[in-house]
């Protein structure tokens, strides 16, 4: 089965609005890492975050080892929030390769 | 620091031929990941290097695909015989050790297949 889960896999807001978006894992982790990527672009890397909660401007990342779980908040959201954010972790007998979940489509309308 | 570079950028190839693409990491970077995305598969592994050397091919399909890295500036993936199947966005990231914080993307490749 699919080892990273995301939710939801697609999201539209309002500009200002609030969003939570979720990372599910089925398997021990050595790290996670949060990536934002626009339509046609590069992967760029928003958080690693293996434990705990991190924060970057209007992005808070909190990962939950023990519940298998990694959330990405983003507060305020603005339209050039738009694009796909993926989740991706690397665990114990993976090597240093990620595995990614399939990734949350958010659009923001202004 | 330029980045991660791919080139080429696009790669129209017929069924049947054989496309080449390239990968530079950033300097001082030991690891180098081939990724290949399309909208059905998401995000998928193919291969990984460190220090020159082959890590980890789990990723790769048997036949018709090979990836080396004959120096520390650059990395080739190689698909023989391609097929329409392997249209996709190919991914090159590198990282300081592996498993850094420091896991950087190039542009991608995006190779059709027609």
């Known amino acids: 089965g699919q080892q990273v889960q995301q939710s939801p896999a697609s999201l539209v807001l309002q500009e200002g609005e609030n969003a939570e978006l979720q990372c599910n894992f089925s398997?021990?982790?050595?790290?996670m890492q949060w990536f934002y990527q626009r339509p046609g672009g590069s992967l760029v890397s928003l958080f690693y975050?293996?434990?705990g909660t991190k924060h970057s401007g209007r992005l808070t990342s909190t990962t939950v080892i023990k519940e298998r779980r990694s959330s990405l908040h983003i507060s305020s959201s603005q339209t050039t929030d738009s694009g796909t954010y993926l989740c991706?972790?690397?665990?114990?007998?993976?090597?240093?390769?990620?595995?990614f979940g399939i990734g949350t489509l958010l659009s923001v309308k202004p | 620091n330029a980045g991660v570079i791919q080139t080429p950028r696009h790669k129209v190839t017929g069924k049947g031929q054989e496309a080449t693409l390239w990968c530079e990491p950033i300097?001082?970077?030991?690891?180098v990941f081939w990724y290949r995305q399309t909208i059905v598969q998401g995000l998928e592994f193919l291969t990984y290097?460190?220090?020159?050397?082959?890590?980890?091919d789990s990723g790769m399909p048997k036949e018709r695909f090979s990836a080396q890295m004959p120096n520390q500036s650059h990395s080739t993936l190689k698909i023989q015989s391609t097929q329409p199947q392997d249209s996709a966005v190919y991914l090159c990231?590198?990282?300081?050790?592996?498993?850094?914080?420091?896991?950087?993307f190039g542009s991608g490749t995006r190779l059709l297949v027609i």
């Open positions: 300097s001082g970077h030991s690891a």
């Open positions: 398997t021990s982790l050595n790290s």
């Open positions: 290097f460190r220090n020159q050397a082959p890590i980890d």
């Open positions: 991706a972790l690397e665990h114990g007998s993976s090597g240093n390769k990620l595995i």
């Open positions: 990231a590198s990282s300081r050790t592996g498993g850094d914080s420091d896991y950087t």
């Open positions: 975050n293996p434990s």
